[in-house]
């Protein structure tokens, strides 16, 4: 391991979690109780996961009335809802790298755009190990058509790009006593697929494409050995040891998809005052 990729927080305990295929609603509770663990005393966590089958994650905030509800069923697409704000993002099976990063609230700076730059130091280390180009958009420009978070206004403080183009996104969420941030790495880009999803816009493919941008595009890079490059950043960014889920986390997790992320109440709420 070189000292350069040692991130400020490599003296804490942290495990890696290397890539594991599961569902949308099971992801999505396994960032909730890795925060919990993390928070009374347990490892920090940073891993690397898959989605299977392919899922629309919404933003915390987004209509449901965004969704092409009958395509996702015939398509097999699953959707859950983030606890992350933004709109909502197409997770391909073979076009999405995910990852999350755990720790405590007493971790990290308070300031949101300081909390962004620590965070994501490993995901553009990850993107140098790919050979990509990739850095934080140097300005905001304008939204495309915002219940596509890849369509969104680009921000500074957490969308990547490369060669002008989106190549990752990445939310926090903030409990009382943890961190979450998770992103989305785009291996290759599925436009028509990722547009399917939504309803009620007139954007092309082609407008897709002008506006986000795949590793396949930029590298020889394999997804397989993108997804070794993420985890091996992220693992020499916290120093962290190989680890996995326990048995009580597991168990827990999928009481949070039972009441939560697999539940039509959550997944299709309406935001207040809609």
């Given amino acids: 391991m070189t000292e350069d990729a040692r991130g400020p927080l490599a003296d804490r305990e942290w495990r890696l979690i ?27 966590t940073v891993r690397v ?26 398509a097999g697409v699953s959707v859950t809802r983030r606890q992350t704000g933004g709109g909502g993002i197409y997770h391909d099976y073979d076009g999405d790298v995910s990852y999350s990063i755990v720790a405590p609230k007493s971790d990290l700076p308070g300031d949101l755009m300081d909390c962004y730059r620590i965070l994501c130091e490993p995901i553009l280390d990850a993107f140098r190990r790919m ?66 999803v939504f309803s009620g816009h007139d954007v092309s493919p082609e407008a897709f494409r002008e506006r986000v941008v795949g590793v396949d595009e930029l ?30 986390e597991l168990d827990r997790a999928r009481e949070r998809v039972a009441e939560k992320y697999a539940d039509d109440e959550w997944v299709r709420r309406r935001p207040k005052g809609r």
């Fill in 49 to 74: 996961y898959r989605w299977e089958p392919s899922t629309l994650s919404l933003g915390y905030h987004q209509d449901p009335d965004t969704v092409d509800w009958d395509h996702c069923a015939e």
């Fill in 18 to 44: 290397r890539e594991e295929a599961r569902d949308g609603p099971m992801q999505m509770a396994l960032d909730e109780i890795a925060a919990e663990t993390a928070a009374s005393g347990g490892p920090r």
């Fill in 131 to 196: 050979g990509v180009g990739a850095d934080f958009v140097a300005e905001e420009s304008p939204e495309i058509w915002s219940p596509a978070c890849y369509l969104r206004a680009l921000h500074p403080a957490h969308d990547v790009v490369a060669e002008g183009r989106k190549i990752s996104g990445n939310a926090q969420y903030r409990r009382r006593d943890a961190v979450i941030q998770h992103g989305s790495l785009t291996y290759s880009v599925h436009a028509e697929d990722h547009l399917d």
């Fill in 219 to 248: 590298s020889e890079t394999t997804r397989s050995d993108a997804v070794a490059a993420v985890e091996s950043a992220l693992a020499e960014w916290a120093d962290a040891a190989a680890g996995s889920w326990s048995d009580e």
